[in-house]
């Protein structure tokens, strides 16, 4: 009997032959067509990411926009409100009303570049005035953790401590709403509630923070 007509070696030449077959099928059509629809995928996905990094980009845009609107806003106002320091509209003193609690911290830089020597300490911010006016630092404290960082407090050093910044502030905002306390014999004037905020006067410096819940 012939080798070719043995059962196992017609059984292995099937064999041989089957897997050559799908072999073939797979390096021919199984693996092309799955690199072609991984290749798919991909170029889906980076279109999506070009999109999504498009969309970020004009987002940014947008809220620089509004925040550069919005500082011109607040100095115009101020422009328009009365000479006094202090108002009872406004808790921010008169020429320093464009920054603001909640700003993002971005703004400083934005509103004081100009006129002033500006420090970040990753947890506030130091603005020196080059040409005092009234006030001669600023600092704008901020959450160095958070991912969004916002103004969470101010500190203003006026140029000196003065009797009539004291009684500006208690003609605006009330004497039967304040409270005095005493830090290291240090007097304090505090104010709470005025605009969800709390102003802190002593000396030559006022603190202003969000309203204590």
Do not use: C
């Amino acid at each position: 009997m012939s080798w070719k007509d043995n059962p196992f070696a017609v059984a292995a030449a099937t064999s041989i032959a089957t897997i050559t077959l799908g072999v073939t099928v797979v390096f021919t059509v199984v693996i092309p067509t799955w690199l072609k629809h991984q290749e798919n995928t991909l170029a889906a996905q980076q279109t999506q990411i070009r999109d999504l990094e498009a969309e970020v980009t004009r987002l940014k845009a947008i809220l620089e926009q509004s925040e550069s609107d919005n500082v011109k806003l607040r100095r115009d106002l101020d422009k328009l409100s009365p000479d006094s320091l202090f108002s009872v509209d406004d808790p921010y003193p008169k020429g320093f009303r464009a920054v603001r609690i909640g700003d993002r911290i971005q703004v400083v830089s934005q509103v004081y570049s100009a006129d002033a020597d500006i420090e970040d300490t990753e947890s506030w911010i130091r603005v020196l005035l080059r040409r005092p006016r009234l006030v001669r630092m600023i600092a704008y404290y901020y959450d160095e953790k958070a991912k969004v960082k916002t103004v969470t407090g101010i500190l203003f050093f006026f140029e000196d401590g003065d009797v009539l910044k004291k009684e500006q502030l208690i003609a605006k905002f009330g004497r039967a709403t304040m409270r005095e306390t005493k830090r290291g014999g240090i007097t304090t004037l505090v104010w709470s509630g005025i605009q969800n905020l709390t102003l802190e006067f002593s000396g030559d410096r006022l603190s202003i923070m969000p309203q204590r819940k």
